[in-house]
């Protein structure tokens, strides 16, 4: 009797060292400073550890699975850092203490692009996102339609969840927005007779139209200008996007032909929706214009991506006709 209850004591100390040994060894099995491993939504324990398992993030797999049972994996994007124990592993993923996603968007003219985007780095596929986008109870809820939604979406760099849903992703992005929105930026639109759509529709062609940030203000002028006598905008962007161009050198006078509400030649006042997606800076410059008298502006013919301004037409010609001879010299005829 006393040789069974020594060998009782020994074994139930050999299985607390062995549990003692596998909760603070290192599980992990790879050189690297760490690796990520994604456990998708849904995921069961067998599916969740051979995740694990071929990341080389489990060491002693019996440890693993007895501390793993005690709880519930939960979905994600995980950061497994070389030299980490059983235990802190099995606590992050008990505990669903992700790495974050940074996610950067910019450069973006339409819902599909964005949608693509956000496919490529989080968990939800890219049609899922793009359903959510076009939904129009979304729309409704956020004050937009299809042509404005792409308003909402202010580009900067967001950490997201990798498992984010789209209906999270866009009630994030209205808060961000109406954060953005403040009460000093409303009263400025208010000021300028316009709402925070209008202005970032407006904003929107002011990005297409240069790229140098000392000309936005003049040029969001010109257009506000025009917009207060009611001349048509006449901008080039709304008809590249009207046409499907991604980027174009040169515009046609047939482009201005196209029949499309986007077609500032045609129509006057401001298209339906942005063009792209407006950065805040642009938004910012049209809110904070300065006042002038200019109607009209043209690219400079050095091609340095400047603007020469004018206050008549006869000017505005000599300006137009000086960059028309540039691209012909250097053969840019679209």
Not at 110 to 131: C, I
Not at 293 to 304: N, T
Request: hydrophobic share 40%; with cysteine.
């Amino acid at each position: 009797m006393l040789w069974a209850a020594t060998a009782a004591v020994l074994l139930a100390a050999g299985a607390a060292f062995w549990l003692y040994r596998g909760l603070l060894a290192p599980s992990t099995r790879f050189d690297e400073e760490s690796r990520v491993v994604l456990i998708p939504t849904g995921a069961d324990e067998a599916a969740a550890m051979d995740s694990l398992r071929k990341a080389g993030a489990v060491g002693d797999e019996r440890v693993f699975k007895a501390l793993v049972a005690r709880g519930r994996i939960k979905p994600g994007r995980y950061r497994i850092r070389r030299g980490m124990t059983t235990r802190a592993m099995v606590r992050m993923l008990h505990g669903g203490e992700q790495e974050p996603v940074r996610l950067t968007f910019t450069n973006i003219r339409r819902l599909e692009q964005l949608a693509g985007r956000l496919g490529r780095v989080l968990e939800p596929d890219s049609m899922a996102f793009l359903r959510v986008l076009r939904d129009p109870a979304t729309q409704r809820t956020a004050g937009l339609d299809e042509r404005s939604m792409i308003g909402l979406f202010l580009p900067n760099t967001y950490e997201f969840w990798w498992n984010t849903t789209p209906e999270r992703f866009v009630e994030r992005m209205r808060k961000e927005h109406e954060r953005f929105w403040n009460a000093a930026r409303t009263s400025k639109a208010d000021a300028l007779g316009l709402s925070p759509q209008e202005v970032s529709t407006l904003a929107s062609i002011v990005q297409a139209e240069t790229v140098r940030m000392a000309d936005a203000m003049t040029i969001a002028r010109v257009y506000l200008n025009r917009l207060r006598i009611g001349m048509p905008l006449q901008a080039d962007p709304t008809l590249t996007f009207a046409l499907g161009l991604d980027t174009v050198s040169r515009v046609l006078n047939a482009d201005k032909l196209v029949d499309s509400p986007y077609n500032t030649y045609r129509n006057t006042g401001l298209p339906p929706g942005p063009i792209n997606m407006p950065e805040p800076r642009f938004i910012d410059a049209v809110l904070d214009a300065p006042p002038h008298e200019y109607l009209y502006f043209c690219a400079r013919a050095d091609l340095s991506g400047f603007s020469d301004f004018s206050r008549t037409y006869e000017q505005h010609l000599v300006n137009a006709r000086r960059y028309q001879r540039a691209l012909n010299q250097r053969k840019i005829y679209r």
